[in-house]
């Protein structure tokens, strides 16, 4: 089992849906990052978060410590937010990056 | 901002070939990474490196080696390289090793084809 597990895999969503991508992870942690991936390899890092929740434009990350989970939503879904999203633990202790294998989202005008 | 680069973004290279990949950072940070990404598996650490001149493997480090001379340049190196390395090539910095919040800033990466 991976330490750091994505779903869905996949996704595809109309353009205006509501997404959500969740990151769950076995290990313990300083911080998770949300990064995103657009076809063509550059990865952008989104949000990067140890507690509660952050904003930025129509994304929101959260994070809750004690169930050792995060989620990434997106609101009013846009054909150019189609890319790779990749959960990420940095450890506590060996201050490792671990990533999960990412989930792949397409959205339809 | 911090800007990663990376010296190709696109890479044909013959089995046995030696390739030589470099990564470049602007922001003076200490530490540097490598990662192959494969479909299906995510992001794979190679090599690392915390200092001029220090390295330490990653998880899958077979195949390759790394040199860091300079703080801002560190190189992946294929002494032989074989089809199953075909792979996307993502070099990544971040500031200071031992950080409780460190992030890693990623290049765009580097698409390698070896036939």
């Known amino acids: 089992k991976n330490e750091v597990e994505q779903s869905p895999q996949n996704l595809t969503a109309q353009e205006g849906e509501f997404i959500t991508i969740n990151c769950s992870y076995s290990?313990?942690?300083?911080?998770l990052h949300w990064l995103q991936q657009h076809p063509g390899g550059g990865i952008v890092s989104l949000f990067m978060l140890s507690s509660g929740k952050k904003k930025h434009g129509r994304l929101i990350a959260t994070i809750n410590i004690q169930e050792k989970h995060s989620s990434l939503h997106i609101t009013a879904s846009h054909p150019r937010d189609s890319a790779v999203y990749i959960c990420?633990?940095?450890?506590?202790?060996?201050?490792?990056?671990?990533f999960g294998t990412g989930t792949r989202l397409k959205v339809l005008a | 901002d911090v800007k990663v680069t990376q010296s190709s973004r696109y890479l044909v290279k013959r089995t046995g070939e030696k390739v030589f990949l470099e990564c470049v950072q602007d922001m003076d940070h200490e530490n540097m990474f490598w990662y192959r990404q494969d479909p299906g598996l995510g992001l794979r650490l190679i090599y690392f490196s915390y200092d001029v001149k220090m390295k330490e493997k990653g998880d899958i480090p077979e195949g390759y080696s790394v040199s860091r001379e300079k703080k801002e340049r560190f190189s992946l190196i294929l002494e032989s390289a074989s089809t199953n390395q075909t792979s996307m090539y993502l070099c990544?910095?971040?500031?200071?090793?031992?950080?409780?919040?460190?992030?890693?800033?990623f290049g765009p990466g580097t698409r390698l084809t070896v036939l």
């Open positions: 990420a633990v940095l450890t506590s202790g060996t201050y490792k990056y671990i």
């Open positions: 290990v313990g942690i300083s911080a």
């Open positions: 990544a910095s971040s500031l200071y090793w031992r950080l409780a919040y460190n992030e890693q800033f």
